[in-house]
């Protein structure tokens, strides 16, 4: 059972490091989208901010995001 659980473990951590590599792709695409349909996202001084806050937080286990439009800032936050 043990076993079983580091091997999703595994898998998992390789999952979210794939989607790690093309986010940057996908949140140029998603600035690029919000300026031309007017929709608005964090800025960039908010993004670095956000990714600080996580960063230097080692008890933050779950992050909630309240109101996405383009869920941009929401794969800033899952990125950390």
Do not use: Q, W
């Amino acid at each position: 059972m043990l076993e079983e659980l580091k091997d999703v473990n595994l898998y998992i951590h390789k999952k979210i490091d794939t989607y790690k590599k093309n986010n940057l792709e996908i949140l140029n695409d998603l600035e690029l989208d919000a300026t031309k349909n007017s929709v608005p996202i964090i800025s960039k001084d908010v993004r670095e901010y956000l990714k600080f806050l996580i960063k230097t937080n080692k008890n933050i286990k779950n992050i909630l995001e309240v109101g996405t439009a383009t869920g941009y800032s929401g794969i800033v936050m899952a990125e950390e």
